[in-house]
């Protein structure tokens, strides 16, 4: 455990010496402003009474998903490839941690940075309701479902880009493996869209996949428990996965 | 210390590693020699359990490589090829957070972190980030991080490779400070490291072990056959004549060198030394004589020599 937290904080630590971690900060906080002023604009016109929550996420769905989309192959993709570049993965593997502290502790220290680059979400929230004389605009309840969509969602995306990683040498190329899985990933929802009306075992499925639209139930405040064991079996499956990458040096 | 049996790695298509078998005791310093693709990165991989073999048993202090990986780990120091670093990192940071990871506790890292920075005479600049430093503070930074956690073997592979002749000798002159405390592994395709630094020399060629003896006895092997080079100032025909009538001297080669003399190579029958013999007879004929020497063969002349057997007369 002591030596997973060591490695934990090194691999957060490797976010802030490199230019990447503050690269995607920065772009980051920016999608975020652009949303919040175009929130802000929204309210001005019209009242409403969704939740905030649900309003960032309808509105700005758009952004939502350019961030996780875009921004979590960049978070991932130093993970492994970096390491196994510059050589430094054999110097870390012939240290007597074991192969599974390795995954854990760099998915957990790219889904840690994931987090501090959404935390800008919570101020613009409270921002919002702090000029909106209604203390009722968010509530604790959605707030946290909100999130927990957001976290659920990471985590899964976390996984897939350490997998993604743990596959080359190159930054660039698991940079590209994570986008394409992420996307193809998120564009299973608009299967449900492009099907909409039918019925049948397919739509059943693809209702069931359909990560838009669960991730506005989330926003809603509504924390059905299938997602969530969908999010967390994929997330699992990816870091077993990435683990099987990382222990086939073994047999190949 | 090192205890190899049988020892197999298969790459697909080729073996890398063919039934190799040896043994280090401890407080050696070992030298593994071989040209690129002996197999030498891959049996250190194997011993620092980076990966298994495909067959055969390897035990490090007792513990096997492959079932007890992580005992093995904790007693060994490994500094792979090309000396891998965090290099954005500061010298002591990656010190310390290696030390922290082999698991040593807070205070007990801090305590070895500063041992090994004095050990590797890196205390003045233990507060620069890696990056900047040169190549050869570079290499005791990697040197200092194998030792960090007092591992009873230390493996090192090419440890002196890129680096300029004064960084060499330091190098060289830190792991010779090792012996008797630790003991060590070493490759490298440099002949003269390991006359230098090594106590025993195994020599690699694909994959099996060639020559296992000390860089002494390995010399002595070959010296047998010795050559022997000699400036006489002498008419040439006559040098001719002797050296042809010597039943001693089995070819002989003469060409002019500076002022009158003459540069003989001669090579002797095996087992002899003709020096005296040259001596006596310069001296029988008023001859001036002012070089003298048998050239000992080198390491080099016994790696070429084994590693290519079939040009074995070339040499």
């Keep these: 455990m002591r030596v997973w937290l060591t490695l934990v904080r090194r691999e957060l630590a490797g976010y802030f010496v490199s230019w990447t971690g503050y690269t995607v900060i920065a772009a980051v906080a920016f999608l975020f402003g652009l949303s919040f002023y175009i929130l802000l604009n929204q309210l001005n016109l019209s009242e409403s009474d969704q939740p905030l929550t649900e ?7 758009f952004f939502m998903w350019m961030i996780l989309l875009l921004a979590s192959p960049l978070i991932t993709m130093r993970t492994f490839a970096h390491e196994k570049f510059t050589g430094t993965f054999e110097t870390l593997m012939t240290t007597p941690v074991s192969d599974l502290q390795v995954v854990l502790a760099k998915f957990f220290g790219s889904f840690f940075f994931y987090l501090v680059l959404w935390s800008p979400l919570v101020g613009c929230l409270f921002i919002v ?23 659920l969602l990471g985590a899964l995306y976390m996984a897939l880009g350490c997998f993604a990683s743990s596959l080359t040498r190159s930054q660039i190329i698991a940079a590209m493996i994570a986008l394409v899985l992420g996307v193809s990933l998120y564009l299973l929802s608009f299967l449900s869209y492009a099907m909409a009306g039918q019925t049948g075992w397919m739509m059943k499925i693809f209702n069931h996949v359909s990560l838009v639209e669960q991730m506005r139930d989330f926003a809603r405040g509504v924390v059905d428990i299938r997602p969530v064991v969908l999010y967390l079996s994929l997330t699992v499956l990816f870091l077993f996965l990435t683990l099987k990458s990382v222990q086939s040096r073994r047999w190949k | 210390m090192i205890e190899v049996v049988n020892l197999t790695k298969r790459y697909a298509g080729h073996r890398a590693v063919n039934g190799l078998t040896f043994r280090v005791a401890p407080g050696e310093i070992v030298g593994l020699l071989g040209p690129n693709g002996a197999g030498k990165t891959t049996i250190m991989r194997i011993l620092s359990c980076y990966m298994p073999a495909t067959s055969g048993t390897a035990r490090v202090a007792g513990f096997d490589v492959f079932t007890e990986a992580d005992e093995v780990r904790r007693h060994i120091g490994y500094m792979p090829e090309h000396n891998p670093l965090h290099r954005e990192m500061r010298v002591r940071d990656y010190l310390k957070f290696r030390a922290r990871l082999k698991g040593l506790g807070h205070g007990r890292s801090r305590e070895r972190v500063d041992t090994v920075l004095e050990q ?52 060289r002159q830190l792991i010779k400070d090792l012996a008797g405390k630790h003991t060590v592994l070493l490759s490298t395709h440099i002949l003269p490291e390991v006359e230098v630094t090594c106590s025993r020399v195994l020599i690699l060629h694909e994959g099996r072990v060639l020559a296992d003896d000390t860089p002494r006895n390995l010399e002595k ?12 100032a002498a008419p040439l025909h ?12 089995d070819s002989f080669d003469l060409s002019p060198a500076e002022g009158d003399y003459i540069r003989c190579s001669l090579t002797a029958r095996p087992g002899l030394d003709v020096r005296e013999q040259i001596f006596r007879m310069t001296r029988d004929r008023d001859w001036k004589l002012r070089e003298l020497t048998r050239s000992a063969h080198s390491l080099e002349d016994i790696f070429v020599r084994i590693t290519r057997p079939n040009q074995e007369d070339e040499v």
Excluded: W
């Design chain 1, 55 to 61: 309003m960032f996420y309808d509105s700005l769905s």
């Design chain 1, 129 to 151: 309701r702090h000029f909106s004389n209604d203390p009722t605009a968010i509530d604790p309840g959605t707030l946290g479902s909100t999130l927990l969509g957001i976290g």
């Design chain 2, 120 to 171: 590797c005479g890196l205390a003045d600049v233990s507060k620069r980030v890696i990056a900047q430093l040169s190549k050869g503070y570079q290499q005791r930074v990697g040197l200092a991080d194998a030792l960090s956690h007092e591992p009873e073997l230390i493996i090192l592979d090419e440890p002196t490779a890129g680096l300029d002749p004064n960084q060499i000798r330091a190098v």
């Design chain 2, 221 to 232: 092997l070959m010296s047998k056959s010795g050559r022997v080079v000699t400036e006489i």
């Design chain 2, 238 to 249: 006559e040098l001719e004549d002797v050296f042809e009538h010597a039943v001693e001297i």
